[in-house]
């Protein structure tokens, strides 16, 4: 009697096991084991947007980037908000400093000069507008953080080097004119 009720279970098992040398065994659910492709940008059904490629979800952060995001926009008023708010994250070591040292004259030299007077090769041949100097009245109390925003965001005629160096790398340009360039440190 129970084999009777066993039977068609292993004569079905056995079905399933009967493929060839190229032949696929038949499959149960063969969306589970090989799913349909997509392309990132082709459109999908399956997703509410109706893209494959989805946005990250909203306040994620990316490995290797410091661990809270920049909530800020450009203008006056943002960059002296994050004045207030945004403290430089790394130390102030010697090796922070050189390599922020050695950042700023990739980056920033060619425009606010070796000693941040405003006085970059850019500015000596009449290229561009002079910048203002780290120890003038207007940008010496500048806190780290509206330094930041700047370096950020850009302003007037600076234009924006999130592109170009990771929120790390813009913290310790930050932290290299802050400590040596505001305070007439020449490096």
Not at 85 to 113: F, I, K, M, S
Not at 129 to 134: E, I, K, L, Q, W
Request: charged share 20%; proline share 11%; with cysteine.
């Amino acid at each position: 009697m129970i084999a009777l009720r066993t039977a068609p279970l292993v004569v079905l098992a056995l079905a399933g096991c009967g493929a060839g040398g190229n032949d696929r065994a038949r499959e149960y659910m063969p969306d589970m084991a090989r799913g349909p492709a997509y392309k990132a940008f082709a459109p999908n059904p399956a997703t509410r947007t109706g893209q494959t490629l989805q946005a990250p979800v909203p306040g994620t952060i990316a490995r290797g980037h410091l661990a809270y995001p920049f909530h800020y926009r450009a203008g006056e008023e943002e960059a002296a908000r994050a004045g207030r708010e945004l403290a430089n994250p790394l130390p102030a070591t010697p090796a922070a400093l050189e390599d922020g040292r050695g950042l700023y004259q990739t980056y920033c030299l060619v425009c606010h000069g070796a000693n941040g007077k405003g006085d970059g090769p850019l500015v000596v041949a009449g290229k561009i507008p002079t910048p203002p100097a780290y120890t003038s009245v207007r940008v010496a109390p500048f806190p780290p953080g509206r330094i930041f925003h700047v370096v950020t965001m850009g302003t007037q005629k600076m234009p924006s080097y999130a592109a170009l160096l990771t929120p790390a790398e813009r913290w310790k340009v930050v932290g290299y004119v802050s400590r040596k360039l505001q305070r007439s440190e020449a490096p």
